[in-house]
């Protein structure tokens, strides 16, 4: 069986001619194969390297993924050599020192109440600790700050027993959510400007908060200063009227989905220029004294804060302008089939008297200096759209620090450089300060709330 088999395999005729087949050809035949498969798969032969073009294509790739490498690593040390250099200026220029004498005196302080309360606290125990913040144990204008009742932070004077928010010499405070400028005062008194000369100040009117919030400036978020509106109490009926005719000129109060209508159009860009122009071109009995009180979280001057009011006034005049220039163009290509409302009038920023205002504006703030840290800058509006500029120092007495006499700086007249000032913190697109509008906005919609002639006294 076998036999048949392997008779049957063979061949029955051959070539005499024919080399002979070994088994080493075999292997050969195969390993050639072998290598024609791995050049053209581009794997290196067992024993030998690639084809010289192809390792030469190879080592360049291989040197350009390295200097990409090294490239963007030596990108990445310059940046962090750069910014290893430029904060430290940061901190240099920015960063408040401690007051070590200050430090050191509190610090003997506490040592002497320690050692004069250690027998009794041996005998009786510790004295029972408050949920009180460190805020306590602060200033304000010379007045300790204190908690009184009903969790109401006020500033009291030192000699006071048992202070309340009701005491005629207490300060009821706000907190402004910055160390720099821990509180503001819920109400001031400002004087009447129309009385204001040479003589002095008549501080008989008074004023209540309506919002407040801190300005800052480039991506490190850099505190300049505190600002805040305030509203003379005596025209808060009439500004909780107009804002409630804004939304419905029927009703004496707003419920919550008018609120949040209202809420929505004074945080709009175009919505709020118009409903704070409407507001402040009002004269006479419908018009509203305002406020604004700034307060710097570090030492600057009138220059800094001068330019930064400048180039606000100037980017809203030049915005008016533009979108003039655009609905003129606009009813040039309708060949005046059709009438598009006007921003404002023509030529209203455009005239001599208003380029003579701003330099009055301009006048107030220059030649001033320093405005040290904690001083007062108010900025108030009156009926009549007068802006005025009042400042209050700080001053050292008795090592303590106390706000001086204020100092009346000048006032503008035109009407529209005030209206252009408030516009800054109120309406637009692009406001001096976002959080101190969100906060204004919450404030009005509080005394919105409430029946018109009621709000007196409630702002909270």
Request: with cysteine.
């Amino acid at each position: 069986m076998m036999s048949t088999r392997l008779a049957a395999r063979r061949p029955l005729f051959q070539c005499l001619n024919a080399p002979v087949r070994s088994r080493n050809a075999s292997h050969q035949a195969r390993n050639d194969v072998d290598a024609l498969l791995r050049q053209a798969q581009g794997r290196p032969l067992p024993g030998r390297g690639l084809k010289p073009e192809l390792d030469t294509v190879s080592t360049h790739r291989a040197n350009a993924v390295e200097i990409a490498r090294l490239k963007k690593r030596r990108n990445w040390l310059a940046l962090g050599a750069a910014l290893s250099m430029i904060a430290p200026i940061f901190l240099v220029k920015l960063w408040d020192l401690p007051d070590l004498e200050k430090d050191k005196a509190a610090l003997k302080e506490a040592q002497e109440a320690n050692r004069s309360t250690g027998i009794v606290d041996t005998v009786m125990g510790p004295p029972t600790k408050t949920d009180s913040p460190r805020k306590a144990a602060e200033e304000f204008q010379g007045k300790k700050v204190v908690i009184a009742a009903g969790d109401k932070v006020i500033a009291a004077p030192t000699d006071a027993e048992n202070p309340q928010a009701s005491d005629a010499d207490a300060i009821e405070l706000v907190e402004t959510g910055t160390s720099y400028v821990p509180y503001f005062p819920r109400t001031i008194s400002l004087p009447n400007t129309s009385a204001v000369g040479s003589e002095g100040f008549s501080s008989d009117s008074e004023y209540q908060l309506l919002g407040l919030g801190i300005r800052k400036v480039s991506f490190l978020r850099v505190q300049v200063y505190v600002v805040g509106l305030y509203v003379k109490t005596a025209d808060l009926s009439t500004l909780q009227n107009h804002l409630i005719n804004t939304v419905n000129p029927t009703a004496s109060a707003l419920i919550p989905g008018e609120k949040e209508d209202l809420r929505k159009a004074l945080l709009d860009p175009e919505r709020s220029t118009q409903i704070w122009e409407a507001i402040l071109s009002r004269d006479g009995i419908g018009a509203v004294d305002m406020a604004f009180r700034v307060v710097p979280c570090r030492g600057t001057d009138f220059k800094h804060l001068q330019d930064a009011w400048m180039r606000g006034i100037a980017s809203r005049t030049d915005e008016v302008r533009r979108k003039q220039a655009e609905l003129l163009r606009q009813q040039a290509a309708e060949n005046k089939r059709i009438s598009l409302p006007k921003p404002v009038e023509e030529g209203e920023f455009a005239d001599e008297s208003f380029g003579l205002a701003m330099k009055e504006f301009k006048g107030i703030f220059t030649g001033k200096g320093k405005a040290p840290k904690g001083s007062v800058i108010i900025l108030t509006r009156n009926k009549k759209g007068t802006l005025s500029a009042m400042y209050q120092t700080v001053v050292q007495a008795n090592g303590k620090e106390k706000m001086g006499k204020p100092a009346f700086l000048g006032e503008v007249l035109d009407p529209r450089v005030s209206r252009l000032v408030w516009l800054l913190y109120l309406g637009g697109q692009n406001v001096s300060c976002e959080e101190a509008r969100k906060n204004i906005v919450n404030g009005c919609i509080a005394i919105t709330e409430r029946p018109v002639g009621t709000v007196e006294g409630m702002v909270q």
